[in-house]
């Protein structure tokens, strides 16, 4: 019996793995950005971040987000 890469089998086979690869892959972003900002918040320790952006400083809400999204970057990167 001769290997067809164009199979059901095959395909299904490449399915399921690229949706097991894309679970590792939100599971590493999720773990890596909330590490990221767990570590964030304790070196800063002279400013309460979560109670200024619900206050509606920009500048922190900003802050934030260039953390989590230069996080993002690095885990794509690994992953």
């Known amino acids: 019996m001769d290997f067809d890469p ?5 395909v299904l086979s490449t399915y399921l ?5 894309s679970v590792v892959a939100a599971l590493g972003f999720s773990i890596g950005i909330g ?5 964030f918040d304790m070196m800063s320790t002279d400013i309460e971040e979560w109670e200024e952006i619900k206050n509606g400083n920009m500048g922190v809400a900003l802050i934030f987000v260039t953390l989590i999204a230069s996080v993002a970057f690095l ?5």
């Open 6 to 10: 164009f199979g059901w089998q095959s």
């Open 35 to 39: 590490l990221a900002l767990k570590v």
């Open 75 to 79: 885990i794509h990167k690994v992953l």
């Open 17 to 21: 793995r690229a949706i097991g690869w």
